[in-house]
């Protein structure tokens, strides 16, 4: 990996897509690796079952299955795929159950699930979970406040070095010179591309570059690589 040097250390400007080599299919528990990705799926069974209520207990059904089976022969492909028809099956499964509660058959025929909603659904939670990566980062080394650098940049786009360097020392209590702080964004771009990075190998079968930036363009997210070195 190239580095360059500023007063604060080394400065990464480009991004390993295969650094990490962990796949879903290699979790040791379905369930608890299913976890991380409750926001979404339970974000789209509302829109399938339109209730809370409802998708939780058809959340309630899929962590059960996935507690005594696993992923099963379901182990391949991309997660998003697999939690897809995952959705797809425990929503019906809750139906079911609703139906036989009522009296009245379930009508699995009235599921709608939109893909293209799935994916913008799919594609913020990778990016959230980018976000906490990098803030856990600074948490870590509070004076390379990568963090704190990239939200300011995010939520203040057209903000200056020094309007910058103010929003960094409210969040973080670093100071920074407008200089360093100017040294300091691509690293901070380059750190939560990386975790980005290493958020979709874990959501494919078997990552390799090639795939992984497959699945960058797949979701949208290629403008959080842009400039850097891949």
Not at 20 to 30: C, G, K, Q, R, V
Not at 191 to 197: I, R
Not at 199 to 226: M, N, R, W, Y
Request: hydrophobic letters at 40%.
């Amino acid at each position: 990996m190239d580095t360059q040097t500023s007063s604060l250390g080394p400065k990464r400007s480009t991004v390993n897509l295969v650094r990490s080599s962990h796949s879903w299919t290699e979790a040791d528990s379905a369930a608890g690796f299913v976890l991380r990705y409750l926001a979404p799926m339970r974000r789209q069974l509302v829109a399938v079952l339109g209730s809370e209520t409802e998708a939780d207990q058809a959340l309630r059904i899929l962590l059960n299955h996935l507690v005594s089976a696993g992923f099963g022969e379901h182990r391949n492909g991309r997660l998003r795929d697999f939690l897809l028809r995952a959705v797809r099956s425990c929503a019906k499964a809750r139906l079911n159950e609703l139906g036989r509660q009522s009296g009245e058959p379930g009508k699995p025929s009235g599921i709608n699930l939109s893909s293209k909603e799935w994916i913008i659904r799919w594609r913020e939670c990778l990016l959230q979970r980018a976000w906490r990566a990098l803030e856990r980062t600074e948490h870590q080394d509070p004076q390379r406040p990568l963090y704190s650098v990239l939200l300011a940049r995010s939520t203040h786009p057209k903000a200056d070095l020094t309007e910058l360097c103010a929003a960094v020392k409210k969040r973080s209590g670093v100071e920074l010179t407008p200089a360093e702080l100017d040294a300091m964004k691509m690293e901070a771009k380059a750190a939560f591309a990386q975790l980005l990075a290493d958020e979709v190998v874990e959501t494919l079968e078997h990552p390799d570059k090639a795939s992984v930036q497959t699945e960058i363009k797949s979701l949208g997210i290629g403008s959080a690589f842009a400039g850097l070195g891949v």
